[in-house]
């Protein structure tokens, strides 16, 4: 924890013209960083240095910055959203390093996220999977009362649990085998535990996890790493539910 006004930093970010382009770790230092910086804040910094002296800045994605929308996405230091738990890089600040600190920072790789530039990735591959049956098909009519489907506590916690799951793309990049079943299992899970989600759920989780796999992302092998770096805690039995629900679905045919 930094005791000192300001901070020097120096940072080595992956720098990549292009998805095409080769890229390659550049250096900067970065003077008068404030500890109560976000870490975003702290690269807006370095952007406008950059472009001050003509440079191109750093390509890095965001939007709400509230660790809501799942936009931003960084290894830090090798970690998925950096050194706190159950923190997004947009609210990682940085009185979480020290003054001198060196921070490396790259994209979320997998081979189905392919890098735009720089930090930026195409994380589209995720709407692809939430697109082949992360919905329920209903007639759409006047707004049904709120108490008209009970639905017991316990269920209605576990549903709210998984869809806390900002689609960030965090539990790919730190698994050994890039695969997205933490993310899948969440959005299947938040569907599956209610009535409503409930009628479609086998279909639903087969074509969610053929999707999964069309798009490249690796199998499960139980490291355990996606729950470790999800900033919102999504939990690893959402990956058995899923498993149930494919297996029902296999077995039903
Ligand atoms: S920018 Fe929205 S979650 Fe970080």
Redesign the pocket.
Known sequence: MSTTTTMNINLKIWRQQNKDAKGSIQDYKLGNVSPDMSF?EMLDMLNEELITSGDDPVAFD???????????SLMINGEAHGPQKLT????LHMRSFNDGDTIVIEPFRAKAFPVHKDLMVDRSAFDEIIAAGGFISMNAGNAPDGNAIPIGKENADLSMDAAAC?G?GACVASCENASAMLFTSAKISQLALLPQGKAESAERAQAMVNKMDELGFGNCTNAAECEASCPKGINLTNIARMNREYFKAAISK
Do not use: A, K, P, S
Request: glycine share 12%; hydrophobic share 20%; with cysteine.
């Open positions: 975003l965001h939007d709400c910055r509230e660790g809501i929308c799942g936009m931003c997004t890089t947009c609210q900002i960030c």
